[in-house]
């Protein structure tokens, strides 16, 4: 649609396609019932087929379904932080439009998140309930929060849209310093233990015959014997 009509047909109201409903739609956009449409279908198709798969996979090993309520913890934090923070009427990350900045953030943060989780399910470890790169997502919350919860009587009032703005650079620039030391870990642990290199091809050791291994991981055949 996008493509199509072009970008600005997520600001106009909807009344200017449907004309007949103009009264009941009012000044009404496409982009007004976007996040409701994606929260529908979210919570009414995909989230219960995904816990009803869980369950069946569960009960077919016989193993307890309500202990996997607990692993939602970590996703249940990011999603009330994001409310919170972007839905307080004392951010300004929405108003000034700073939200690809907050996305580019976020993106960074869920992506700990999750392969965390993913590495930790593959490995057999316990499941990773925190991340230390949710602290500065929780405190962005309650710094934009924080009227709703000062005592009577302070002089301290709401942030100011200066102190959120450098507040999410600096979680950006964290972010992103934890999690290319997170993603050069894992790549190199995994290289290592395979014995292969990340995007380049190793130098394969010569044999005493003068043929060269075939090197990684199966490094058994030669060159020569491959030609045979």
């Not at 449907?18 to 198709?45: H, N, Q």
């Not at 690809?100 to 499941?127: E, N």
């Not at 950006?172 to 014995?195: E, M, N, P």
């Amino acid at each position: 649609m996008s493509g199509y009509f072009g970008p600005e047909i997520w600001s106009t109201p909807l009344a200017t396609y449907l004309p007949s409903y103009k009264e009941t739609l009012g000044s009404m956009s496409f982009r007004d019932c976007w996040v409701p449409m994606i929260l529908i279908t979210f919570l009414g198709a995909h989230l219960p087929f995904c816990i009803i798969n869980v369950v069946r996979a569960r009960r077919a090993q016989k193993l307890p379904v309500l202990p996997l309520l607990l692993e939602w913890t970590p996703m249940l934090i990011f999603t009330a932080a994001t409310t919170a923070w972007l839905g307080s009427p004392y951010s300004f990350i929405l108003k000034d439009n700073h939200l690809v900045l907050y996305c580019l953030t976020m993106s960074l943060v869920f992506g700990r998140m999750t392969t965390k989780i993913i590495l930790a399910h593959l490995t057999r470890q316990p499941f990773p309930y925190w991340t230390i790169m949710l602290a500065p997502m929780i405190g962005g919350a309650l710094l934009v929060n924080h009227p709703y919860f000062t005592i009577t009587g302070t002089t301290f009032g709401p942030i100011s849209a200066n102190f959120e703005l450098w507040y999410l650079r600096a979680y950006f620039v964290f972010a992103a310093i934890v999690y290319g030391k997170w993603a050069h870990l894992v790549i190199t642990s995994i290289c290592d233990f395979l014995g292969i290199n990340c995007l380049t091809i190793p130098n394969r050791p010569t044999n005493e015959n003068g043929t060269r291994s075939n090197g990684g991981a199966n490094g058994f055949h030669s060159e020569k014997g491959r030609k045979d």
